[in-house]
């Protein structure tokens, strides 16, 4: 490509379509007031709304389409803008169709019609996006101009991405007043990245004091690394807190002193829905407070306290408590250090759990005793089951049997994830022959690094390649023979895709296994005609 070629397709790349000016903003609710007070088919149907009421419907509107667009860019931000621009014409005209249809207000105030435009979407206010920096007083002004100007539209606010100091706070808080009775989301993520702790703390305290007695039913206060200090520093908020269904604490340095302030501080969490603890140093006294959290949290659905240096102690009572918590669909424990007793305590509360469909087990040092309580517990249990995780815990072909039964019975099964185990040839095959009949909805499969051989990988591949919209089997990093490769790669000929890398796959295996394994082959390849296998030709 020649340099002038190159130049003229950067200024191409250059363009962007979105945001739109704040002329062409004013332009739109310009043009949209015009036609609301135009008369038509819907005019002489259901009334046709005055000037004042079409001015400000129309601001409205234009309010959320810009958001419902913006969201959509913030995802994609690396195009040009236009498929947003398609989203704020559509969504102009959707809610500009239901002003007409509803017609003008009753002079109390009430519609004539259906629902009030800004009721039918609630919107964002998501300063999010773009570079992630500090903001002076001067930006936060710009920034917030618009929440200041229009807050009452917005039922959702995120900060999130952007570092508050102390001056940006200050321009913050007394837009927070004036909105804080119709929020009923708050994300501060990330808010106060790289400030000295006691800036950091002054402006939570800011933000807590204006924002207390709003009624939030989503909060995140993730990446902030509270600690105790800084959960104490959202005391005001937290406690004014009745009506939360969603909770997010994580990576926040959420330590047994800040777990104990966090179940203290917050004073109902009867509606809680989802709790978040990812990424903390909670440990086992930490893990203790939360369950005091969970035994009060009677219709929570998904629940995450993953990489929280739990062990044994932590782990036993969150499983007890959380046997209270009966409509759970989603659980994620991995990486921390269970245990074996944890792992038994776990399998006794499953029993309750009739609509979950996620669970994530992975590297909880299970080992045999507790992979089988707890594959005996969900067979038993959760008919719905979607995605199964249990890697990482010295797995045997011992508990193979147990876990394959389970497997069986999950026909809605869509992902496995059985990695980093040592389930070899024999615990592959037992799973292999589970998934065999029906799993019409699995795609994803993991099996890697569980020293199977060429018999195991064999027979995994020719199961998951008949199934209809399959995506991916990883059988990466086990002991696969240079002929075996060639016989699993036949399997997905027509979809090459859907067979993970191979390149950590080690032909040779341990040497301390080679000769037993070489004994076993025949007894293998025995045991494969027995299960009534067909190979192709």
């Given at each position: ?104 207000r009753m002079k109390d105030g009430e519609t004539i019609a259906s629902e009030k435009v800004n009721a039918t979407r609630e919107a964002v206010f998501d300063i999010s996006g773009g570079r992630r920096a500090f903001i002076d007083e001067e930006e936060a002004e710009e920034l917030l101009k618009q929440l200041r100007e229009r807050g009452s539209a917005y039922t959702k606010v995120c900060f ?53 007695g709003c009624v939030l039913r989503h909060l995140n206060l993730s990446n902030n690394a509270l600690g105790e200090k800084g959960v104490r520093a959202f005391g005001s908020l937290l406690r004014s807190q009745n009506n939360l269904e969603e909770l997010y604490l994580m990576n926040d340095g959420i330590s047994e002193e800040a777990a104990r302030a966090v179940s203290e501080l917050v004073p ?270």
């Amino acid at each position: 490509m020649d340099s002038t070629t190159q130049t003229i397709n950067q200024r191409l790349t250059s363009i962007k379509l979105w945001p739109p000016s704040k002329s062409t903003r004013l332009l739109l609710v310009e043009r949209m007031t015009k036609n609301l007070i135009t008369p038509s088919i819907f005019s002489r149907k259901y009334g046709l709304v005055s000037k004042e009421e079409a001015e400000e419907d129309a601001k409205q509107i234009e309010d959320i389409a810009f958001a419902t667009a913006n969201q959509h860019f913030e995802k994609e931000s690396d195009s040009d803008g236009g498929s947003a621009v398609q989203i704020y014409a559509k969504e102009s005209s959707r809610l500009m169709l239901e002003v007409l249809k509803r017609g003008p207000r009753m002079k109390d105030g009430e519609t004539i019609a259906s629902e009030k435009v800004n009721a039918t979407r609630e919107a964002v206010f998501d300063i999010s996006g773009g570079r992630r920096a500090f903001i002076d007083e001067e930006e936060a002004e710009e920034l917030l101009k618009q929440l200041r100007e229009r807050g009452s539209a917005y039922t959702k606010v995120c900060f999130s991405n952007r570092s508050f100091g102390l001056e940006a706070a200050r321009v913050a808080k007394p837009i927070l007043l004036s909105i804080k009775d119709h929020l009923k989301e708050l994300d501060l993520s990330d808010f106060i990245a790289g400030r000295p702790e006691a800036e950091a703390l002054e402006v939570m305290n800011i933000f807590s004091a204006a924002l207390e007695g709003c009624v939030l039913r989503h909060l995140n206060l993730s990446n902030n690394a509270l600690g105790e200090k800084g959960v104490r520093a959202f005391g005001s908020l937290l406690r004014s807190q009745n009506n939360l269904e969603e909770l997010y604490l994580m990576n926040d340095g959420i330590s047994e002193e800040a777990a104990r302030a966090v179940s203290e501080l917050v004073p109902s969490t009867e509606k809680l829905r989802v709790l978040h603890f990812h990424n903390n140093m909670t440990g086992d006294e930490g893990a203790i407070a939360i369950a005091e959290m969970l035994k009060r949290s009677p219709v929570l659905e998904d629940f995450r306290c993953s990489s929280t240096r739990v062990a044994s102690e932590g782990g036993v009572a969150l499983a007890e408590a959380l046997g209270n918590c009966t409509n759970l669909k989603k659980i994620d424990l991995r990486d921390n250090m269970f245990g074996v007793e944890a792992g038994l305590a776990l399998s006794k509360a499953i029993l309750a759990f009739s609509d979950l469909t996620e669970i994530y087990l992975s590297y909880l040092n299970l080992e045999d005793e507790g992979a089988e309580a707890l594959a005996i517990a969900l067979k038993d249990s959760a008919p719905s089951l979607g995605v199964l995780e249990i890697a990482g815990n010295d797995i045997t072909k011992k508990s193979a049997s147990a876990l394959a039964t389970c497997i069986a019975a999950k026909q809605f099964l869509t992902k496995l994830n059985l990695a980093e185990n040592e389930l070899k040839d024999e615990g592959a095959i037992l799973i292999g022959k589970a998934l065999e009949d029906g799993h019409g909805k699995l795609n994803e499969v993991d099996m890697s690094t569980n020293m199977i051989r060429r018999a195991g990988a064999r027979l995994l591949a020719q199961i998951v390649a008949r199934k209809p919209g399959f995506k991916l089997l990883n059988i990466n990093g086990n002991y696969i023979s240079d002929e075996g490769i060639d016989e699993v790669k036949d399997f997905f000929k027509n979809s090459p895709n859907v067979l993970g890398p191979l390149d950590e796959n080690d032909p040779e295996g341990e040497e301390d296994d080679e000769e037993e394994d070489a004994d076993n082959e025949d007894e293998l390849e025995s045991r494969l005609k027995g299960l009534e296998i067909k190979q192709d030709e």
